[in-house]
């Protein structure tokens, strides 16, 4: 089936950039075509760039502490390995030219032959054995470095600020380094290798006999194909879908098969309409093919190019021919075997050469972001060190924590700049409060929650804590002094006991406060009726990777039992996330506690008892409620906010809020005749 190409420029396109279609394709790219000498200059740039801001200095540093025995193996055994096909091709040309001249003169020297054809074999051993050990070093290697790296990145990331954690996706760090690493070593290795096939063409052929002539007609070919590629091909551009019902087939297939959509796709029962559509746009599209004809995309070189690259390529030959026909005495077959050897394995050094280059540089932009996250963590802990500690000192005896919002505004990261989630919020909050946020659903009542758990900074406004600006507070301190329990609850990939002594990692041992805040979580029952009981991990970390398209049988089942997920209830995980928020709360550090609707998996009896010993709790500290459901705590409210779309409309306690039968009122007369 042929593609139409159609180019051209949209107006929805940047103008330095250019677009055309191919069959169901749209590739974008920079038009501006690059120069050749323009594009070394900018690599040359980019390498000076590198090495004056010291970052791959950095890596190479603290790589060599990592293990400096290993790191010289390496990079010796790179450069050895670099001189490996000219001193092949050394060998076996010796060798051809030996035989050559014992069948001209009819006396072939025998003892030199075998002595060659052993060095050779040997060589060819030794060469196998040196690859072999030196392929068991580099993992060692590999994996100290990935796992140093990763332990920087979780240093860095337990540190960071939800939204900046949220953000930027530090996990790319550990394999970046290693590959920084390889890449240098691949470039030593392919650098080796070109410059010494370099010498062995201008030594063979001989200085004086056309040996510089010959490498640079070797060369003519690398030559030719940097110039066009460099010329013709944009560094990068990107490939997009413009076929609306390729698309629309692609999301039909999504659907049917992915088990994000499986319970909707069953309750719904509308799996044969999918199937019906799918066939029907697969019949629209016809023969539209889905592969991208990178053949036929404008900045490949045409054909009149590309006889031309090809013809070049027979230079070396047709040197050596024409050098042959001038002067047959000095002409020899094993010149031409030689030749034809060194120009191909010098193009193939050349080019690998340029493509390890290109990782290399890749490879370094990732390693100039490893190092400005490190250094940001690094300036955030410093700035931090000088902030104030929590609590101050003349606050310590201080029985929960005091906490005023003046004029805080709010909007989430991404979001519309005229759409705020709290607009203008003022309120004051005495220590040891029970307070409780109500409202309707995106109101902003969790926008309040977030903001004092830390996990967002107030786009306008300030927070007071005991006084004193929220941010001038170093944060761990604050993480320390604050509880959180809320309805989003993630299971951590390690035994049940650790999920929920992790709530005070200082004290993670006792086996006493972790029965008591299980029991008090109400998790105690679930935890004895597990298999595995407090070892059992409901969701591991998978440890098994399938080779291979597995049929059903003794392997598939193996594998299912290897990594084994239990399953529990929504209400059972609600649970657990109690049971960590007790021993946190039981750790003696918790002046604040936020709980931001906790229940909405529980039935009415585990809701009304997880409130009634939460509540117990309070005793010393400041708590904070996010619900929508009255009852439980509101009567009991030393203060009660109603929010509405991003503004406290109402506030006061429970029996005041109904009798001037506002917001509030209307709320709960709602949900109490919902139960009349």
């Known amino acids: 089936m042929e593609n139409s190409l159609k180019c051209g420029q949209y107006e929805d396109l940047s103008p330095s950039l250019s677009s055309f279609e191919v069959g169901m394709w749209r590739i974008i790219y920079e038009h501006h075509p690059r120069k050749l000498v323009a594009s070394w200059s900018d690599d040359i740039a980019k390498w000076k760039s590198a090495i004056q801001d010291q970052y791959l200095i950095r890596l190479i540093v603290d790589i060599y502490h990592l293990g400096p025995a290993l790191f010289i193996f390496c990079v010796v055994a790179r450069?050895?390995?670099?001189?490996?096909?000219?001193?092949?091709?050394?060998?076996?040309?010796?060798?051809?030219?030996?035989?050559?001249?014992?069948?001209?003169?009819?006396?072939?020297?025998?003892?030199?032959?075998?002595v060659l054809?052993?060095?050779?074999?040997?060589?060819?051993?030794?060469?196998?054995?040196?690859?072999?050990?030196?392929?068991?070093?580099?993992?060692?290697?590999?994996?100290?470095?990935?796992?140093?790296?990763?332990?920087?990145?979780?240093?860095?990331?337990?540190?960071?600020?939800?939204?900046?954690?949220?953000?930027?996706?530090?996990?790319?760090?550990p394999p970046s380094a290693w590959s920084t690493l390889y890449a240098i070593l691949e470039a030593v290795d392919a650098a080796c290798a070109m410059f010494s096939q370099l010498w062995l063409v201008v030594s063979m052929a001989g200085a004086r006999d056309g040996g510089w002539t010959l490498m640079l007609v070797c060369f003519a070919k690398v030559f030719t194909d940097m110039v066009m590629v460099d010329h013709f091909r944009p560094k990068?551009?990107?490939?997009?879908?413009?076929?609306?019902?390729?698309?629309?087939?692609?999301?039909?297939?999504?659907?049917?098969?992915?088990?994000?959509?499986?319970?909707?796709?069953?309750?719904?029962?509308?799996?044969?309409?999918?199937?019906?559509?799918?066939?029907?746009?697969?019949?629209?599209?016809?023969?539209?093919?889905?592969?991208?004809?990178?053949?036929?995309?404008?900045?490949?070189?045409?054909?009149?190019?590309?006889?031309?690259?090809?013809?070049?390529?027979?230079?070396?030959?047709?040197?050596?021919?024409?050098?042959?026909?001038?002067?047959?005495r000095h002409?020899?077959?094993?010149?031409?075997?030689?030749?034809?050897?060194?120009?191909?394995?010098?193009?193939?050094?050349?080019?690998?050469?340029?493509?390890?280059?290109?990782?290399?540089?890749?490879?370094?932009?990732?390693?100039?972001?490893?190092?400005?996250?490190?250094?940001?963590?690094?300036?955030?802990?410093?700035?931090?060190?000088?902030?104030?500690?929590?609590?101050?000192?003349?606050?310590?005896e201080q029985r929960g924590m005091e906490i005023e919002f003046r004029n805080v505004s709010f909007r989430y990261p991404g979001s519309d700049e005229n759409k705020l989630a709290l607009d203008g919020v003022n309120f004051s909050i005495k220590p040891s409060s029970l307070v409780i946020i109500v409202g309707e659903n995106g109101s902003g009542k969790t926008s309040i929650a977030n903001l004092l758990s830390g996990f967002y900074q107030p786009t306008g406004g300030e927070i007071?804590?005991?006084?004193?600006?929220?941010?001038?507070?170093?944060?761990?301190?604050?993480?320390?002094?604050?509880?959180?329990?809320?309805q989003e609850y993630t299971l951590l990939p390690l035994s049940i006991s650790e999920n929920i002594a992790l709530g005070d990692p200082y004290d993670i041992s006792d086996d006493y406060r972790l029965h008591e805040a299980s029991s008090l979580g109400g998790s105690l029952d679930l935890i004895e009726r597990l298999p595995e009981k407090w070892e059992t991990v409901l969701q591991p970390i998978s440890s098994v990777t399938p080779m291979g398209y597995l049929e059903d049988g003794p392997l598939k089942t193996e594998m299912e039992k290897i990594d084994h997920y239990t399953g529990i209830s929504g209400g059972e995980k609600q649970r657990l996330a109690a049971s960590r928020a007790f021993m946190r709360l039981k750790s003696g550090k918790i002046k604040l506690v936020i709980v931001d609707e906790p229940t909405s998996a529980m039935d009415p009896v585990a809701e009304f008892e997880l409130f009634e010993k939460l509540r117990a709790q309070q005793v010393g500290r400041t708590m904070i409620c996010v619900t929508h459901r009255f009852g439980h705590l509101t009567k009991h409210a030393d203060l009660i906010l109603c929010v509405d779309h991003g503004k406290i409309v109402e506030y006061g306690k429970h029996d005041d809020l109904l009798r001037s039968d506002g917001p509030y009122a209307k709320l709960y007369k709602v949900q109490a005749d919902g139960f009349a």
């Open 79 to 114: 450069l050895l390995r670099g001189f490996e096909e000219a001193s092949t091709i050394y060998l076996s040309n010796k060798l051809i030219a030996l035989i050559e001249h014992g069948l001209a003169s009819g006396t072939p020297d025998r003892l030199q032959i075998l």
């Open 117 to 173: 054809v052993g060095a050779r074999v040997l060589m060819g051993n030794a060469l196998s054995w040196w690859r072999s050990f030196t392929a068991q070093i580099d993992p060692i290697l590999s994996s100290r470095i990935k796992l140093y790296f990763e332990e920087r990145a979780m240093e860095a990331h337990v540190d960071a600020d939800y939204s900046s954690s949220n953000s930027q996706n530090f996990d790319v760090a």
């Open 331 to 396: 002409a020899s077959l094993s010149s031409f075997t030689m030749t034809e050897q060194v120009s191909f394995s010098l193009r193939h050094s050349v080019s690998r050469l340029s493509y390890v280059m290109a990782n290399l540089y890749r490879s370094l932009e990732s390693t100039r972001t490893i190092y400005a996250r490190i250094d940001a963590h690094e300036a955030r802990l410093k700035a931090n060190s000088n902030k104030l500690r929590y609590p101050l000192p003349d606050k310590k």
């Open 464 to 486: 007071l804590l005991d006084g004193v600006n929220a941010s001038e507070y170093r944060p761990g301190d604050l993480r320390e002094a604050t509880a959180l329990l809320t």
């Open 236 to 328: 990068s551009y990107i490939i997009q879908t413009v076929n609306p019902v390729y698309l629309r087939m692609r999301a039909l297939y999504t659907i049917a098969t992915e088990y994000t959509y499986r319970r909707e796709l069953i309750s719904g029962a509308f799996g044969h309409h999918l199937v019906d559509e799918y066939r029907h746009a697969r019949q629209t599209l016809g023969d539209i093919s889905d592969e991208v004809p990178y053949d036929i995309l404008p900045f490949q070189r045409n054909w009149a190019n590309k006889l031309f690259a090809d013809s070049i390529e027979h230079l070396p030959i047709t040197f050596i021919a024409v050098k042959a026909i001038l002067d047959p």
